[in-house]
């Protein structure tokens, strides 16, 4: 097993470890390599009563990793009327301080909000290359799943909105064309400028009172990841934007919201030294960040 692999492994046994309730009806799944390793740590619990629990995938992926697992699946959309689920497990790309996240780069992004938006507790894992202070730190681009016939459009939109060059996504192979989503949809990548936490935006109003640059509106390239969501979301032909972002499911819980937050409650990082960082929200507890020893086999 590679360093990072064993790394994405201490983080998904930490985070099951922490959060998965084997009494839960609904489990959400995501996607990517990460999650395999928190499927891996449930079947590892060898409890009986996970055996009644139904998962929910993100996608085609995470829906065979279910089943090879001996799990019982559940689609999105068989959910009974106004079911909450109980708690989903999902990767990211990056993750900054606010526990906003990047999620998308393995083209799975709208089923992925449609599951984390439904879950009382979204936990994020992860390994320590997506532990970043802001987004787009060091990945390069936003993903967003749009309508294949407004792709033009939905280019024109984004660049006008200060994106220097998003593109559609393509295929491994020339031929095959643009990569495809679950829905039939195409991804496209746009890289703007590293975006700034809503707090960044209000130490700057508070130092420099009407201080343009630092509104976080795209004035001179500076966005503030909430407000630029928005903005995406609202262009003609975008289905997700692959930025989760505002209330995590607990926040949205307490204002008697009828889904769930988009941001997880906690993030769990797998480090270099074989350690953990997790990083909080005041909501789960501790707020911060605290690093823990991997758990021992």
Known sequence: MTDIEAAKRNAAVRAVADHFDPSAKYVGIGSGSTIVYVVEAIKALKDDRISQIHFVPTGYQSRQTIIEAGLKDIKFDSLPKNTLIDLAFDGADEVDEELNCIKGGGACLYQEKLVATQARKFICVADHRKLQSRLLSKWPTIPIEVEPLAVFTVIAALTALGSSDPILRQGPLQKAGPIKTDQDNFIIDAPFPTLLLKRD????????????????KGSEGKWEVETLAREIKLIEGVLSVGLFVGENGIQAEKASRERGGQKPIAAYFGMEDGSVVIRNSEEAGDEGEVTVKASSE
Not at 201 to 216: A, F, N, P
């Open 201 to 216: 935006v209000d130490r700057s109003q508070s130092l420099h009172h009407t201080h343009k640059g630092m509104e976080g």
